[in-house]
């Protein structure tokens, strides 16, 4: 069973940049993919982004392509995910997802079984 805790939100400025990461314990990452979500005040929450840490492919929701990278890192056990060009819509509480093995709806938040505990990220001037 994995344990997943994010960090790295913040208040940022429109325009600007964050990076947030999960960590994972109790299992390695090879075996997972895992997805960030993120959910607004009123709204459902929403996929934007995955990466299957063994062979390191990646999916972005197109809302967010070009502006936001995810990638993980074997070592540290970590996934991260880069923003870039952030805007006020983009203000939501962020949390990363797992499941292992092989997924086939990876924008499915029903299809993760381990979640985090989510990160506020809010862009405002």
């Known amino acids: 069973q994995v344990q997943l805790v994010e960090s790295g939100g913040d208040l940022v400025q429109p325009g600007g940049s964050l990076r947030i990461s999960c960590e994972a314990s109790?299992?390695?990452?090879?075996?997972?993919?895992i997805s960030w979500f993120r959910q607004a005040p009123g709204k459902e929450r929403e996929w934007i982004s995955c990466i299957s840490v063994g062979n390191g492919k990646t999916y972005h929701e197109d809302s967010v392509m070009g502006r936001f990278t995810i990638s993980g890192d074997n070592a540290k056990n970590t996934v991260t995910l880069q923003m870039n060009s952030l805007q006020p819509e983009d203000t939501a509480v962020y949390y990363c997802?797992?499941?292992?093995?092989?997924?086939?709806?990876?924008?499915?938040?029903?299809?993760?079984?381990?979640w985090g505990q989510g990160t506020q990220v809010t862009v405002s001037s």
């Open positions: 109790g299992s390695t990452l090879d075996s997972y993919v």
């Open positions: 997802a797992a499941s292992q093995g092989f997924v086939v709806n990876f924008n499915d938040y029903a299809t993760y079984n381990y």
